[in-house]
Every structure is written in structure tokens, then in C-alpha cells.
T-cell receptor
Framework: GDSVTQMQGQVTLSEDDFLFINCTYSTTWYPTLFWYVQYPGEGPQLLLKVTTANNKGISRGFEATYDKRTTSFHLQKASVQESDSAVYYCVLERAQGLTFGLGTRVSVFP | EAAVTQSPRNKVAVTGGKVTLSCNQTNNHNNMYWYRQDTGHGLRLIHYSYGAGSTEKGDIPDGYKASRPSQENFSLILELATPSQTSVYFC????????????FGPGTRLTVL
């Protein structure tokens, strides 16, 4: 079935570091892909969305590019802040809802 | 103003007891969803609904029922709770299925003893 893979369970950074989170997906079609972010005590919220039409999404300083050739959808940010500490989920569209990756916990220290 | 609310926020239940988790949305979205979140599994879809009166099974429906009596309300029912159902449960709403944003509630932490 359709799936997404996030291999990094945890990433620890200092402020102003570069953030890169790997995500690969497996489907037999070209789905819409999302990154959701979850802050402590809250539900997940949409960070950015990328469709096959636009291939790249940018939001709040984060950027993700949809690469059909390598079936990858990595998330990156040039300079993280302490407020970016959260769990980031790579998410795949499907007919009956969303398929979530396992999540990557990002901790940013001043 | 929160558009998706859940109640209760925390619940402790006994094994074999009945548990009802409630969700209300003011987004006027047709679709609503129930997920559970567990370490090592991410979020997994339990049940979803296309509108009032409709419920559909998601990926892990065993041991759960759902009820959608109105556009705004969607409940998750555990008729005979088990310790394996200890988890954090999230409700979400969305305009349509597939490639559309879902709006999540704050979650309910359920502990079954």
C-alpha cells in the first residue's frame, strides 16, 4: 500500500543551524504531499502542501520540493529558531484521508 | 477561536468499560476523521465520515465504533475498552477527502487500566 518513510526519529540543532529532514514515499501514482507540524500539547497543523502541479512549497521559512524521479519530499529550513522545536510529519494524500510518517522530533537549543 | 474541539481532554477508564470520545467542529466541513497517535506508529486512521449519518472504517477500526449524528459532531466509541487502546486520540475535519488540508483538534489522552 501507499506509505511514507521518515528515517530520522530525532534531530538536535542549535539556533541558526540548517535543518534537513528526509522523507520518501511509495505510491503507484502522483499524490499531493504535505508536511504537518505538531507542537507540544496540540494537534498537528499544516505546514505546507505540494501538488504535482507546483512541485515546491514554501511556508514560514520552510521549503519542500517534490521529486517524482527519486520519490522524495524533503523538508529544509536555512536557519532554525528555538520556536521551531516540534515534531514534523511527512504526510501522503490518499482517497480516504492521510497517511502519516512516523515523525521527526526536532529540538533546537539556543 | 478553536474550530475543532474534543472532549474530554483526559480520560481514565477501566478495562471492559464503555468510553465515548466527542468531537465538535465549527468549520462546516463535510468530512471528519478519528486518528490515534502512538510512539512508533505516528497517526493512524480509525474511522472517518463524509457527512451526517455516514461512517466509514479506516485502517485500524477493530474495537472502535463511530457516530456522526450531525455535520458538527463526530464521536468515537469504545464499547469494551482494553489497555491496548491507551493512546492519544485526535479528531480532524476537512472539506473533502484526499489532497486537502485537515484541521485537527487538541487531542484526548485516554488511559485504560
Amino acid at each position: 500500500g501507499d506509505s511514507v518513510t521518515q528515517m530520522q526519529g530525532q534531530v538536535t540543532l542549535s539556533e541558526d543551524d540548517f535543518l534537513f529532514i528526509n522523507c520518501t514515499y511509495s505510491t503507484t501514482w502522483y499524490p499531493t504531499l504535505f508536511w504537518y507540524v505538531q507542537y507540544p500539547g496540540e494537534g498537528p497543523q499544516l505546514l505546507l502542501k505540494v501538488t504535482t502541479a507546483n512541485n515546491k512549497g514554501i511556508s514560514r521559512g520552510f521549503e519542500a520540493t517534490y521529486d517524482k524521479r527519486t520519490t522524495s519530499f524533503h523538508l529544509q529550513k536555512a536557519s532554525v529558531q528555538e520556536s521551531d522545536s516540534a515534531v514534523y510529519y511527512c504526510v501522503l494524500e490518499r482517497a480516504q484521508g492521510l497517511t502519516f510518517g512516523l515523525g521527526t522530533r526536532v529540538s533546537v537549543f539556543p | 477561536e478553536a474550530a475543532v474541539t474534543q472532549s474530554p481532554r483526559n480520560k481514565v477508564a477501566v478495562t471492559g468499560g464503555k468510553v465515548t470520545l466527542s468531537c465538535n467542529q465549527t468549520n462546516n466541513h463535510n468530512n471528519m476523521y478519528w486518528y490515534r497517535q502512538d510512539t512508533g506508529h505516528g497517526l493512524r486512521l480509525i474511522h472517518y465520515s463524509y457527512g451526517a449519518g455516514s461512517t466509514e472504517k479506516g485502517d485500524i477500526p477493530d474495537g472502535y465504533k463511530a457516530s456522526r449524528p450531525s455535520q458538527e459532531n463526530f464521536s468515537l466509541i469504545l464499547e469494551l475498552a482494553t489497555p491496548s487502546q491507551t493512546s492519544v486520540y485526535f479528531c480532524a475535519s476537512g472539506v473533502r477527502t484526499g489532497g486537502d488540508e485537515q484541521y485537527f483538534g487538541p487531542g484526548t489522552r485516554l488511559t485504560v487500566l
